[in-house]
């Protein structure tokens, strides 16, 4: 089972500043079929990336992924209001079960 | 536009069946992989298995046991059951839809809250 360990586990920034989001893998993510997730409270979570870094439909350019192997980042170029939530990643691909990271979330500083 | 929504029973007995329905509504049902996943309440999310092309299921090892998804094509319909829930069970349980080559979860439902208490 591949483990997934988000960092930091909360990130306080203020709007604008660039956030650095990181999910690590305990072993290697085959396909980079890696996922990311925004979730905020009371809602269903949204797909903002596959595929390590394709961007979902209608999700803003300010979200970025990137990474391969164990290593994966989601950049926020500049927080929105709008932004603030609990990130999840999730891998998927050729090695089930399909496990999350433990969430990050982003708060208001 | 895909809708998805949860049905079921809002709380279970301990030892007893879990059972919940997804409704599909506004796209085509074959092809996809359909999925399962929980959130217990402040948590972070569980992925609990899928459905592919009807047939073809994966399930969480941890749940394995205990865990049947199944699909009504009929209805644009897949379920889960879980069965011997105890209280570690109660959540919020969400179904989701991939695309038709990967099981990255495009489409959510609202989410149904499940408690398991006497």
């Known amino acids: 089972e591949i483990v997934l360990t988000q960092s930091p586990g909360t990130l306080s920034l203020s709007p604008g500043e660039r956030a650095t989001l990181s999910c690590r893998a305990s072993?290697?993510?085959?396909?980079?079929?890696l996922a990311w997730y925004q979730q905020k409270p009371g809602q269903a979570p949204r797909l903002l990336i596959y595929d390590a870094s394709s961007r979902s439909t209608g999700i803003p350019d300010r979200f970025s992924g990137r990474g391969s192997g164990t290593d994966f980042t989601l950049t926020i170029s500049g927080v929105e209001p709008e932004d603030f939530a609990v990130y999840y990643c999730?891998?998927?691909?050729?090695?089930?079960?399909?496990?999350f990271g433990q969430g990050t979330k982003l708060e208001i500083k | 536009q895909v809708q998805l929504q949860e049905s079921g029973p809002g709380l279970v007995k301990p030892s007893e069946t879990l059972s919940l329905t997804c409704t599909v509504s506004?796209?085509?049902?074959?092809?996809?992989?359909w999925s399962w996943i929980r959130q217990p309440p402040g948590k972070g999310l569980e992925w609990i298995g899928y459905i592919y092309y009807s047939a073809s299921t994966n399930y969480n090892p941890s749940l394995k046991s205990r865990v049947t998804i199944s699909a009504d094509t009929s209805k644009n319909q897949f379920s889960l059951k879980l069965s011997s829930v105890t209280a570690t069970d109660t959540a919020v349980y969400y179904c989701?839809?991939?695309?038709?080559?990967?099981?990255?979860?495009?489409?959510w439902g609202q989410g149904t809250l499940v408690t398991v208490s006497t």
């Open positions: 999730q891998h998927y691909g050729t090695s089930p079960p399909y496990t």
């Open positions: 072993q290697s993510v085959g396909g980079s079929y």
């Open positions: 506004g796209g085509s049902f074959s092809g996809y992989y």
């Open positions: 989701a839809r991939g695309s038709m080559s990967s099981a990255y979860l495009y489409y």
